[in-house]
């Protein structure tokens, strides 16, 4: 399969720990998106990387919130002192072209106890 | 607050019925408009796009029309089909130059029925 991977699709979590998660984009995509999605809401941007370079971060991303992109390839994003508020789908997205046309991957959905 | 909005949370056809599903945007500046489909437990998936300097554009049983007299966007689906159940989502590039990505509405959700 060569569309957006991410893993893990499920997380459930306490109060106060850290997750990490992993998404593998299409390889030949430069880009790379991460969003949250709450139940009954559009996708919200987070922050895209441009190869490795972290160009864009959203004011929801707060400071224990990092996201990294070694080497430009796959991604991960940690939430560190999870929150109730945290509970939300994780969405990876991909693109070649920028903006337009991003091929989304599954999510992994976060629940934090 | 966002940009892009929907007109009906929840809309339910008939098997085999036209779907029109509607979208109202903010930003006059948009130049650019996408439609996603997402169905359950799957992220968003690409339908088709249109630029502002058109005011229709069609794809395979789907059909976008713009009207930026009005900033009202449209996805019209001929021919329902029960795969066709999902949520669907209009998204325009954010206020920032589209660089940060898209802003998606709410979304609407189309039932069909048998």
């Known amino acids: 399969d060569t569309g957006v991977s991410q893993n893990p699709r499920h997380k459930i979590t306490k109060r106060g720990q850290n997750v990490t998660f992993r998404c593998d984009p299409i390889s030949e995509h430069n880009r790379l998106y991460w969003y949250r999605q709450t139940l009954g809401q559009g996708p919200e941007f987070l922050t895209y990387f441009q190869n490795e370079a972290q160009l864009e971060k959203s004011r929801l991303l707060s400071d224990r919130f990092s996201a990294e992109r070694p080497k430009g390839s796959f991604s991960t994003l940690e939430i560190q002192r999870t929150e109730q508020g945290d509970s939300a789908m994780y969405l990876c997205a991909s693109s070649l072209l920028g903006f337009e046309k991003l091929f989304f991957g599954s999510g992994t959905q976060l629940s934090v106890l | 607050g966002e940009s892009v909005g929907l007109h009906l949370p929840t809309l339910s056809v008939q098997e085999g019925d036209n779907s029109i599903i509607n979208c109202a945007y903010s930003?006059?500046?948009?130049?650019?408009f996408i439609w996603y489909k997402q169905e359950s437990g799957k992220g968003p998936q690409f339908i088709i796009d249109i630029r502002s300097n058109m005011d229709k554009r069609q794809g395979q049983r789907v059909t976008v029309l713009l009207n930026k007299t009005v900033k009202h966007l449209s996805l019209q689906i001929a021919a329902t089909q029960p795969g066709d159940s999902a949520v669907y989502f209009c998204?325009?590039?954010?206020?920032?130059?589209?660089?940060?990505?898209?802003?998606f509405g709410k979304g609407t959700h189309l039932i069909i029925q048998p």
């Open positions: 930003n006059s500046a948009s130049d650019y």
């Open positions: 998204a325009e590039p954010s206020v920032r130059g589209g660089a940060d990505g898209l802003t």
